[in-house]
């Protein structure tokens, strides 16, 4: 339990955009628990962005592991920055050994974390991982360890926080990919960083389209990465006039700013997923290797996923059929977005 409140909180974010959006419980616990704190997150250069313009942050510290932190001399640069803020306590969403070293080595007194992968020394209050926790939901799982420590949470429900600007260039966007007024937009997010086990087949997100293309005037919009981009273009070619790739082709804030203009989301288990559910898009998550406990918790979000022999597996690429995935079929997809959109 925390006997003293702090006046500056250190928060290591979690390495992935997803799980960082399912963290914002626990971050927005911690504000309301300590409400004249200033609250700090240290995080990767691509994660950062899902703290802008939120309420429960102050500042961003960027940890850059590939450049300016790389190594252990980086890594000591970076604790130096650390003491100059003379943060009273850390909190370590992430769970590497690497994120306790670096709260120990930048001499904050209170450091709060999960007793994993041999860091227990390096933490000041530790949180110890039940079976229960281990099984929890994720978001549940960060809000476990605020609660470990006497933090009370305030709801599992997930934010994100977008700027008047971001939603005029968002506009903007749409505009330059051909978008009218009576056009209704559906999102596609056909990637996921994780590996090819979590994608569903190109040629049925191409097919599902075409079927909604059908059904009125829609815009569909390819969301994804740089790395993404020839998937993005397969399934634009694919569908034709009507479809518009995004991928590498926007920040990760304009993309949460459009996928906000999306009347349906379609996607497979990735952090765009959890960027429609904290905005309340309406989505279906198409789940094939990975457990549930990662699942948006959101009304508006339906999941398909067909139990299998050899599932969840949890690996990136499948080395046998893809049943998991080849089991979710188009007339399921299409038929429950129809009913979606009507």
């Excluded at 960027?62 to 640069?77: S, V």
């Excluded at 992968?117 to 939901?137: E, F, K, M, N, Q």
């Excluded at 934010?159 to 559906?186: H, N, P, V, W």
């Excluded at 188009?330 to 959109?341: E, F, G, H, K």
Aim: aromatic residues 8%; positive net charge.
């Amino acid at each position: 339990m925390l006997t003293k409140q702090p006046a500056r909180i250190l928060i290591r974010s979690a390495n992935w955009v997803g799980d960082a959006i399912m963290s914002i419980p626990a971050i927005r616990a911690v504000h309301k628990w300590f409400p004249h704190a200033e609250i700090t997150m240290l995080a990767k250069p691509w994660v950062a962005p899902v703290y802008d313009h939120c309420p429960y942050v102050d500042r961003v510290i960027l940890y850059d592991a590939k450049e300016e932190h790389n190594g252990l001399m980086g890594i000591l640069r970076l604790c130096r920055e650390l003491r100059n803020h003379h943060f009273d306590a850390a909190i370590s969403i992430q769970n590497a050994f690497e994120a306790g070293l670096i709260l120990w080595l930048s001499g904050i007194p209170v450091r709060i974390g999960y007793a994993t992968d041999g860091r227990s020394a390096l933490l000041t209050h530790r949180v110890y991982r039940t079976p229960a926790i281990r099984a929890a939901h994720q978001i549940d799982y960060y809000l476990s360890l605020v609660a470990g420590v006497g933090i009370v949470p305030c709801g599992r429900n997930l934010e994100l926080f977008l700027s008047d600007t971001e939603r005029q260039c968002a506009e903007k966007l749409l505009q330059k990919s051909g978008y009218a007024k009576d056009m209704t937009i559906i999102g596609i997010n056909p990637g996921a960083a994780f590996g090819t086990a979590k994608r569903w087949f190109p040629e049925r997100f191409i097919a599902v389209c075409k079927r909604l293309n059908h059904e009125g005037n829609r815009r569909f919009l390819v969301f994804g990465s740089p790395t993404e981009a020839a998937l993005g273009e397969t399934i634009r070619q694919g569908i034709g006039d009507s479809c518009f790739n995004l991928c590498g082709k926007t920040s990760l804030r304009e993309a949460f700013a459009l996928i906000d203009r999306c009347s349906l989301f379609i996607t497979n288990d990735s952090g765009l997923m959890h960027a429609a559910a904290a905005q309340n898009v309406p989505q279906i998550a198409i789940f094939g290797p990975t457990r549930l406990n990662t699942m948006p918790l959101n009304e508006n979000s339906h999941i398909l996923r067909v139990p299998v022999s050899c599932g969840p597996c949890m690996k990136p690429h499948c080395l046998t059929d893809h049943r998991c995935m080849d089991a979710v079929t188009v007339d399921r997809v299409a038929n429950l977005a129809s009913r979606l959109l009507s």
